[in-house]
């Protein structure tokens, strides 16, 4: 009675977090022109585009999508063979452990007459899919613990994700084998089914489950006589044959309950298998209740993501529809960290210790506040210091192994703190600060009146690339290739120094003119001027650096 009634409301708040979640695609609005939109145009709009497409030749290009990239998940085998294999093992073996096992009363019972759990081929199965969860998350572990990316960022959801999976597959593999050894389990199966009452038709089926099935028994010992051995096989044949296979067939729960054996009639008077039973319910309807609201929900909404994306076209789909695919990204995201990796600017990091620098933590922030939560003064200011520092090179949105369109997303985060009186952080450092901070003045000077400032090199460590600034010779290619340069008729007045100039400063520990260039704000990570570089220097990696240290020496002036 408990169980089911844990079961059906776990469902009804799945379900209902499920509703809510995706009644957000219709609801929220990215971009001017999404808001043009109400939920219920963009509502008949999915509507209609779901019919036209279910009913057209297109109906084929949809199904190519869920089989390859929904089922087989191809998208992720491109980018990372490990991470795929993770992910398969995972969402296929707990997405069939569910059906199969967790909703065995609503699914497998119904598909399978005189179904039972401890009845083959359920039980391998059973024991088989959860190994293929357990491989997942071994790999997971050994990606996110062993093999870190670059400028990994684990969140609690992170987290959450592993641990309520850990718990479900530790506490379902030790039920498992507790029950395999519980003599008071194997006593209310007799009491049940058996229907014995001589005490040596009694002794004789206990003595052949104690050598046959594991059974600890605190009233028969191993040797047993083959007769006794004979009567008992022909007694459980009669009684228990029909919904108990050997459980070597659930070869980890008994893998497991050999290893407990030694200690299994204390862990059966304190009735740990009981114990078991509840934590393992609970967790598997605490993670399913709580899942539309967990990075779990991923596993709708990216899916859902890809097929929408794929059938819509730019410029012929429906408006409403493309607002709501748009919505839609905030969700897909599946906090794979790749465009944090790719990311020219990530290396800010190092200095500014701001998670919204990074696009992966970012989009948090963006999601917080299109949901119409309030930030605080504080928050909206580390968002305003991360937005401000991406330079819309667009590697984010190349990286994103789903598809998201980052660099858009980021664009109308900009508008959004613009409106609310954010400007960008050079006019910050200028107005809010008071900090003088104008190339057009500096200019002015000579290098004769520019202190020279001897560490300034030993604080550009944010890279190892940050130090190949000692082998340009002014070839000027650099500067020549940059389409900012190109972009004006007079450059040096709109950016300060050249990229080329830049260099030089380094070299001779200008840091009050290398730091009070335009050129660090303007620059769009084309990475031109690196890739026609004939010494190798990383141009725009070292621009980068120095704008992280430009912020750093302005923050630390106004605190």
């Known amino acids: 009675m408990l169980y089911n009634i844990a079961l059906y409301l776990s469902l009804a708040v799945f379900a209902g977090g499920l509703i809510y979640k995706m009644s957000n695609w219709f609801r929220c609005n990215i971009g001017p022109d999404a808001a043009g939109f109400s939920a219920s145009t963009r509502i008949s709009a999915a509507a209609r585009g779901v019919i036209s497409t279910v009913f057209s030749a297109r109906i084929g290009t949809l199904l190519k999508l869920f089989v390859l990239d929904v089922i087989l998940q191809t998208w992720l085998l491109r980018k990372d063979f490990l991470r795929w294999l993770a992910h398969i093992c ?77 718990v479900i597959m530790i506490s379902g593999v030790v039920l498992e084998a ?84 030694p200690v299994a009639l204390p862990l059966d008077r304190a009735n740990v298998s009981t114990l078991l039973w509840y934590l393992h319910f609970l967790a598997c309807f605490l993670g399913l209740a709580y899942l539309p609201f967990s990075k779990f929900f991923h596993i709708f909404s990216t899916p859902a993501y890809l097929l929408v994306n794929g059938m819509i076209e730019e410029g012929k ?94 664009l109308n985060l900009n508008d959004y703190l613009a409106e609310r009186g954010y400007p960008k952080p050079e006019a910050w450092a200028r107005e809010t600060i008071g900090v003088e901070y104008d190339p057009a003045k500096l200019m002015g000077k000579t290098l004769s009146l520019t202190p020279v400032d001897k560490q300034f090199a030993g604080e550009l460590t944010g890279s190892a690339q940050a130090s190949t600034f000692a082998v340009c010779f002014g070839c000027q ?51 031109m001027c690196q890739e026609h570089c004939p010494q190798g220097v990383c141009v725009t990696d070292v621009l980068y650096e120095l704008k992280n240290l430009a912020l750093k020496h302005l923050k630390e002036k106004a605190a």
């Open 477 to 527: 290619n650099c500067t020549n290739v940059c389409p900012v340069v190109a972009h004006y008729e007079n450059p040096k007045e709109k950016v300060g120094l050249l990229p080329h100039e830049i260099m030089h400063s380094l070299a001779l520990k200008q840091k009050e003119l290398a730091l009070g260039s335009n050129m660090l704000w303007d620059c769009v990570t084309c990475y």
């Open 317 to 410: 789909s429906d408006p409403a529809n493309i607002a709501t695919r748009n919505a839609m990204e905030l969700d897909a995201c599946t906090h794979c960290g790749d465009c944090t990796v790719r990311c020219s600017v990530a290396v800010a990091f190092n200095e500014i210790p701001n998670p919204n620098i990074l696009p992966s933590e970012k989009l948090g922030a963006l999601r917080t506040i299109l949901s119409g939560r309030s930030l605080s003064e504080h928050a909206l200011l580390r968002v305003h210091e991360g937005s401000h520092i991406c330079t819309d090179c667009h590697r984010c949105t190349d990286a994103c192994p789903v598809g998201i369109n980052l660099e858009a997303l980021w």
């Open 90 to 166: 995972i969402y296929g073996g707990f997405m069939l452990l569910l059906l199969m096992h967790g909703l065995d009363a609503l699914i497998t019972s119904v598909l399978f007459d005189n179904y039972y759990s401890t009845l083959n081929p359920f039980m391998f199965l059973r024991d088989f899919f959860g190994v293929v969860v357990i491989v997942g998350l071994g790999i997971a572990l050994y990606r996110r613990f062993a093999s870190k990316p670059p400028r990994p960022k684990s969140t609690g959801v992170d987290h959450y994700a592993i641990i309520i999976l850990a």
């Open 178 to 261: 507790t029950k395999i050894v519980s003599h008071s389990r194997y006593q209310e199966m007799v009491d049940e089914y058996a229907g014995l009452e001589e005490p040596e038709e009694i002794g004789a089926l206990e003595a052949y489950w104690v050598d046959k099935f594991g059974v600890v028994s605190p009233n028969v010992k191993q040797p047993f006589e083959e007769a006794t051995l004979k009567e008992g096989k022909l007694l459980h044949e009669m009684s228990c044959a029909d919904c108990h296979s050997r459980p070597q067939w659930g070869f980890v729960g008994y893998g497991v309950a050999k290893v407990v054996q």
